[in-house]
């Protein structure tokens, strides 16, 4: 396994890191790049700020965008790379698309908290897909491998199994997330979380401006 960022240090400074691949990995998806950094930050509700942010996003984002966007680029990259892994993106949706589901079925974009305020405007503003760790849960530099025979997702006594083989996100210790599924129990941001550690995948036909303004976005929110 090949190192290809800084490591923790760098993430741990608030400046975003490349995480590093698995050999096989990169062999595979060589286009494939994770993204990460660490800053000092906690939930909690929203400023008012965040949330007419929210209605303003909404009331620009209609029907008709929800139905052609999947035919943006860098939502449709989203969908090759689900398939090139075995996913299905019209069953298992692409997190911008299930975003852009759930402001038509919800009739706008929610304010939940904080934290999920902050990645719902990076995810619609670029269409880039941002997860969030408590990083007093991290160990180490984050990088993509397989999981490896009778794996768990994460170190947590509630911890699943994960099918051999598949990807996932993973410290020096453990994986913490399944790629672009779900996130280790016991791993994520609760309301005692003083630090996070966001991080982002970049797929073939992304560019890595949207992904640098996707991770600064959320940033700046969770700043707010």
Known sequence: MEATGAGLGAGASGEPVAGWLADDVRDEFPELRLHWLTLAASSGRSPRGVRDRLRGMSDRFRGSHAVTMRQDP?????????????????ADRTPVEAAA??????????????????????LVETGVPIWA?????????????????????G????????????????DDRSPLAVLFGDLAPGHGVTPETARMTLFSLQVAGVPSIHVEEALYTCVEVLST
């Open 74 to 90: 860098v939502p449709w990259a989203y969908r090759v790379f689900y398939r090139h892994i075995g996913l299905d993106p019209d």
């Open 101 to 122: 589901l759930e402001r038509l079925l919800r009739g706008a974009f929610k304010s939940r908290n904080l934290l999920d305020d902050a990645l719902t405007i990076a």
């Open 133 to 153: 760790l408590d990083a007093d849960c991290v160990d180490g530099a984050l990088g993509v491998r397989a999981a490896g025979a009778g794996e768990r997702l």
């Open 155 to 170: 170190r947590d006594a509630a911890a699943p199994g994960i099918p051999t083989g598949r990807l996932v996100v993973a």
